[in-house]
């Protein structure tokens, strides 16, 4: 089966809730998190990815970004994460929760910011996962 971006995330989903996603290859790992990145931030914005076990892998996801050259978008989920962790986000939904209730005003109103960015697609990061996974 030849991996592409978003169209193998149903079969890779699959695979994570049998085997895990640290069980997961790097492609499936960075199909996978960045699949659940866009699907939270295109439904409810950054404040959802954290909100919901998506933010769960924020941290895998900002380096799969990375990886595959998606820069505009790997700015974006960090500055999201600095807003409300300070850096790197808590893998423990609960921690994450805590922190999102915080201050959350001003919060989401910074990250309303970066959600109106990343729902401008100025970055192809489609296109850069799917050259990364054929290489």
């Known amino acids: 089966m030849r991996k592409n971006y978003p169209d193998s995330f149903i079969l890779i989903s699959k695979k994570e809730g049998l085997i ?9 790992q960075i ?3 960045v699949w ?14 954290f909100w ?19 820069d ?8 999201a994460m600095d807003i409300v ?6 893998v423990e939904r609960d921690a994450r929760q805590l922190l999102l209730e915080q201050d959350e005003e ?4 910074e990250l309303s910011e970066l959600d109106t960015e990343f729902y ?3 970055e192809n990061f489609h296109k850069l996962i799917n050259e990364f996974i054929v290489k």
């Not at 895990?20 to 499936?28: A, K, M, T």
């Not at 659940?36 to 990815?49: K, R, T």
């Not at 919901?52 to 998606?70: D, H, I, P, R």
């Open 85 to 90: 962790f300070g850096g790197v986000a808590p």
């Open 36 to 49: 659940w990145l866009e699907a939270e931030v295109n439904n409810g914005g950054f404040h959802q990815v």
């Open 31 to 33: 199909i996978f998190s």
């Open 120 to 122: 401008k697609y100025e």
């Open 20 to 28: 895990g996603f640290d069980s997961l290859s790097e492609e499936d």
């Open 106 to 109: 001003r919060k989401y109103e």
């Open 72 to 79: 505009k978008n790997a700015a974006l989920l960090k500055s």
């Open 52 to 70: 919901n076990s998506a933010g769960n892998y924020a941290n895998q996801t900002l380096s799969a970004l990375e990886k595959v050259g998606a």
